[in-house]
């Protein structure tokens, strides 16, 4: 006996109703064992129906049957908790907060393993049997738990859909076909659900191929970036060598080449990379997509299948070409051609070579070739960027906003509005804040091809700038365009002014309070457009970049 004991758990001899020791057990007719207190209160509360009922497999029984103690049963008890009884076994078979629960089960539940499409109930296995052994019950449909069971009825007619409107589009009940969807498009949720399956697998056929080839891809490119790397290497070596023989005359001039391929490499490879990174980006979101479709598509709820499908179907466009050709390059090999002459030409060089060798370095192309420059709005606005202003720039009379895409220009010390409160001389030092001008740059870096726009309103106007980030803080060299740093739109009363380089270049254009700005950073193209109803180019740049740049707004007064 003591050794049964101990093989035995105590919810084997738990009543099914108080979940505690069996006290008084009672076995009736089905065999289930009760308290005997436990099984004449539930009895009592079913005295209306007339029948007695087993609470675990619903055995119903008339009369009510004469309850006796089980003294064997209440002996073994007894002598169990002498010998000692083990804890049940973990609680993974009931329903946790998570968990579909059985919607038989009293006391506590237990977890359902599956759910009734016709029934709308979920059931554990106990309570599932009768679907496997009742006749009519095993026509029904069974799927795997789900707590969205009731998502499955008509909330009009209360009836469970099983069909769907193509007209508008929403699975109904047999009912609302005579009233609000009256000669509509109807067809069995099951039909619609076969349709938008084939529609399933196309989409999945189309995210694998854009996998393949996305990975086509960034293979080719990290070929590009190892020939981009071994091209800049050996430049560098074969420039080094002709230097040496020329030291005494160009070895600045020596130091200056290698500094300039090397970022030049760097600004390529960094190109490349990102691109790199985007098309993996695409590659793990396209393999998100293609699970999420796969676990959709094998949903036996049609209702949830078609609830679930238009959201989970829709691809985002893709974030670059179909392909990538690369095209035969010669990487750094011009400058090692200008290198050479320089050797020929000692005092050549120290005039002109140098600036063609500087302009070769800069030129190097080593991606596919770049799309044209965008003709419409909405062709600059595939190349959208989002624009953040960085607070530890911002002069102390500058307030950020709405996650620091706005900025506001203060007449005082303190916000003036009656609810904000903000002391604007809580700013911290830092060796990055414009002190002298109302100036602010953003976070990113910009490299590549971007746009952006900008908006203002109140009185005064605003300097749309780009800047190099090593752009003075002080003084009057640090004033958007007034420098070899920046380049700045000067919008004031709804007419413009570029600056560069501290030189002023008057730009007409239709009056507008929003500008767009479009950078292409290797091709060193800078433009500025008045959008209104239409989009109208005010000024381009055509420069050679030799930083990452930086959005740059200056505020004024009127």
């Known amino acids: 006996m003591e050794q049964k004991g101990v093989q035995l758990d105590r919810e084997t001899f738990s009543c099914s109703i108080c979940w505690d020791l069996l006290k008084d057990p009672v076995a009736i007719p089905c065999g289930h064992s009760y308290c005997m207190n436990c099984i004449k209160g539930f009895w009592d509360e079913e005295e209306e129906k007339k029948i007695c009922s087993c609470p675990q497999c619903r055995q119903t029984f008339t009369p009510r049957p004469v309850l006796e103690k089980n003294t064997m049963l209440a002996d073994l008890v007894e002598e169990l908790k002498k010998t000692g009884l083990q804890d049940a076994p973990a609680d993974h078979c009931y329903a946790g907060p998570e968990d579909v629960a059985c919607d038989v089960c009293t006391g506590r539940k237990m977890k359902a393993v599956k759910s009734c499409l016709v029934c709308l109930a979920s059931y554990c296995e106990e309570h599932l049997q009768p679907h496997y052994d009742v006749a009519p019950l095993k026509k029904h449909k069974l799927v795997e738990p789900s707590k969205k069971l009731q ?267 009656s609810h904000c409160g903000v002391n604007l001389d809580s700013y911290s030092d830092h060796p990055d804040r414009f002190t002298n001008r109302f100036q602010v740059l953003s976070r990113e870096s910009l490299t590549g091809r971007c746009y952006w726009e900008v908006e203002w309103r109140g009185r005064g106007g605003v300097n749309v700038a780009v800047a190099y980030k090593n752009i003075s803080r002080a003084g009057d060299e640090c004033l958007f365009g007034c420098n070899d740093k920046s380049w700045a739109l000067d919008c ?38 008045s959008i209104s109803e239409t989009m109208t180019l005010l000024h381009r740049v055509q420069t050679t970049f030799t930083q990452p740049l930086y959005a740059g707004l200056w505020l004024c007064y009127s």
């Open 151 to 417: 998502e499955n009825m008509c909330s009009r007619h209360d009836e469970v859909m099983k069909m769907f409107c193509r007209t508008d589009q929403q699975s109904i009940c047999y009912l609302c076909p005579v009233d609000e969807h009256k000669g509509h498009h109807t067809v069995s949720a099951a039909a619609e659900r076969t349709e938008r399956q084939r529609e399933l697998e196309g989409s999945r056929l189309n995210i694998q191929q854009r996998i393949q080839d996305r990975e086509k891809d960034v293979k080719l490119l990290q070929q590009e970036v190892e020939a981009i790397n071994e091209s800049a290497h050996k430049t560098v070596e074969h420039s080094e060598k002709i230097f040496t023989e020329l030291i005494r005359v160009i070895q600045k001039r020596s130091s200056d080449v290698k500094q300039q391929i090397r970022s030049q490499q760097e600004t390529e490879v960094s190109r490349v990379k990102e691109l790199q990174e985007k098309l993996e980006q695409e590659i793990t979101e396209l393999k998100r997509k293609d699970a999420e479709l796969k676990q959709l598509s094998h949903t036996e709820d049609h209702i949830q299948f078609l609830h679930n499908y238009p959201s989970l179907s829709a691809l985002s466009e893709s974030t670059h070409s179909s392909s990538i050709n690369i095209r035969p390059l010669r990487y750094f090999e011009d400058v090692t051609a200008a290198v050479s002459e320089l050797r020929e030409k000692l005092q050549d060089i120290l005039r002109e070579g140098w600036r063609n060798i500087s302009l070769t370095v800069t030129e190097v192309d080593v991606l596919l070739s770049d799309p044209p420059e965008p003709k419409t709005r909405a062709g600059f606005l595939k190349y959208s960027q989002e624009i953040t202003l960085d607070p530890n720039t911002a002069h102390t009379q500058l307030l950020l906003s709405e996650g620091n895409r706005k900025v506001t220009l203060m007449n005082q010390q303190y916000c003036s509005c």
């Open 492 to 529: 004031f009363n709804n007419s413009f002014t570029f600056w560069h380089n501290n030189i002023e270049t008057p730009v007409s254009g239709p009056r507008s309070s929003r500008v767009g700005v479009y950078l292409d950073h290797r091709a060193g193209i800078l433009s500025f457009y």
